[in-house]
């Protein structure tokens, strides 16, 4: 099969190279997914995960990607809840080969079933971003209606999923970004926006949830903005500099079946859009990983030609 690999952590992008791999192995609890689309993380040829197992040794080379919607072809021994011939989407191990290539093997508790209504681009922008921004604002800050939220990040692809998550909930919600993405940020339904590049952050005064994706010295001015009782939450990177009378949280997206689930439903009942940005093939998978190549909104990669 091809696939998209990744040898030497020196390379960084130019690293990234079409391959021809054997076929995955189904190990107990696993299914082997025909991959048609898939999502990845721009930062993830930083993560340990990319080139080591969890015993630490080295795995390379490795196929990135965590992120996939594809057809069930084969089920591992005690696999349950999968059939051959099923639509699915989710998410693939941090430390195993991941979802740019076209066959991989995932445990089948980390897919969930895919509507036939939904379209395999879409449903691939869906599983770490739409995890990440419910985790985020409910798990970790536990956002209720009538409280305030401010998203850096909001036209990417999990800040545009949390903004839309936080207005359905009865948030005031606030986006940061670029002069750009403000119409997309507003359209979304942010109640306002913030320049970064232009507009003073401080002048958002206080809000009960800051749920930061950029880090440095956003993640550290941020901190000010949280007031008493309310949480900072962020994915960049650990917090060194807290709020004075609130929490912080720094975490990493858990995989989660049952609301995997309750996403695409929202998703087919229009409550919830994920921003699909560019849509590329596998073979230019490192041109999509270039920071001057990025779009508001998740970029997909099509693995597959047909839908």
């Keep these: 099969m091809q696939a998209i690999t990744v040898q030497d952590r020196d390379a960084g992008i130019s690293g990234l190279a079409l391959t021809e791999l054997p076929s995955p192995h189904a190990a107990e609890n696993d299914v082997i997914v025909q991959v048609h689309a898939a999502g990845f993380t721009p930062g993830e040829l930083d993560w340990p995960g990319t080139w080591t197992d969890r015993a630490g040794r080295d795995r390379t080379p490795s196929v990135p990607g965590h992120e996939l919607s594809g057809v069930v072809t084969a089920l591992g021994y005690g696999t349950t809840g999968l059939t051959v011939g099923q639509r699915v989407f989710g998410l693939t191990d941090w430390a195993r080969n991941g ?120 993640l550290e001015r941020s901190t000010a903005l949280v007031r008493l009782g309310g949480t900072l939450v962020t994915i960049a990177e650990p917090v060194t500099v807290h709020p004075r009378e609130g929490r ?59 839908d």
């Design 99 to 218: 979802s740019l290539a076209q066959y991989t093997a995932v445990e089948a508790r980390n897919l969930a079933p895919l509507a036939a209504d939904i379209d395999h681009v879409t449903a691939a922008a869906l599983p770490i971003s739409g995890l990440t921004a419910w985790q985020a604002l409910f798990d970790h800050a536990r956002l209720t209606a009538g409280q305030s939220v401010l998203i850096h990040g909001a036209a990417g692809g999990v800040g545009s999923l949390a903004v839309q998550l936080a207005r359905e909930a009865g948030a005031r919600t606030i986006g940061t970004g670029r002069a750009a993405d403000r119409d997309t940020v507003l359209g979304l339904g942010a109640d306002a926006f913030v320049d970064l590049q232009a507009e003073r952050l401080e002048d958002v005064g206080e809000v009960d949830v800051v749920f930061d994706v950029i880090g440095g010295e956003i």
């Design 248 to 306: 912080a949280v720094f975490f990493v997206v858990e995989p989660d079946r049952v609301r995997l689930a309750d996403l695409a439903q929202r998703l087919r009942e229009g409550r919830l859009k994920p921003l699909v940005g560019a849509v590329r093939p596998l073979a230019e998978t490192a041109a999509a990983f270039a920071p001057d190549k990025r779009t508001p909104g998740k970029t997909i990669i099509r693995v597959t030609g047909d």
